[in-house]
């Protein structure tokens, strides 16, 4: 068993920025890659970037340019750097980690992100 928190979620004008983090704990041998996805309310849940534990990423259009995932593997915990935040990023924003040679995949408890003037 794998559990994820995130953290740093809140309320942010346009334009602004906010960092969230993820911390792994648990059976953390048994997951790799690490990222985020989001949901708004009505929507589909979306990738929004991935890391893997080399580094190698994955980042949504409509993020690229704008958000920057990175990872400390020694605190396995995954970041997300979002900068010039706009209205449509409101969502929550879940943690994820796939569960290695499976298809389970671990969520964290999410964290909502608002933008809003």
């Known amino acids: 068993q794998v559990q994820l928190v995130e953290s740093g979620g809140g309320l942010v004008q346009p334009g602004g920025s906010l960092r969230l983090s993820c911390a792994a704990s648990?059976?953390?041998?048994?997951?790799?890659?690490m990222g985020w996805y989001r949901q708004a309310p009505g929507k589909q849940r979306e990738l929004v970037a991935m890391i893997a534990s080399g580094g190698t990423t994955n980042i949504a259009n409509s993020v690229k340019g704008r958000f920057t995932i990175s990872r400390d593997n020694a605190k396995n915990t995954v970041y997300l750097q979002m900068t010039d935040l706009k209205p449509e990023d409101t969502a929550v924003y879940y943690c994820?980690?796939?569960?290695?040679?499976?298809?389970?995949?671990?969520w964290g408890q999410g964290t909502q992100v608002t933008v809003s003037s």
């Open positions: 994820n980690a796939p569960k290695l040679y499976t298809r389970t995949t671990y």
């Open positions: 648990g059976n953390i041998l048994s997951i790799n890659a």
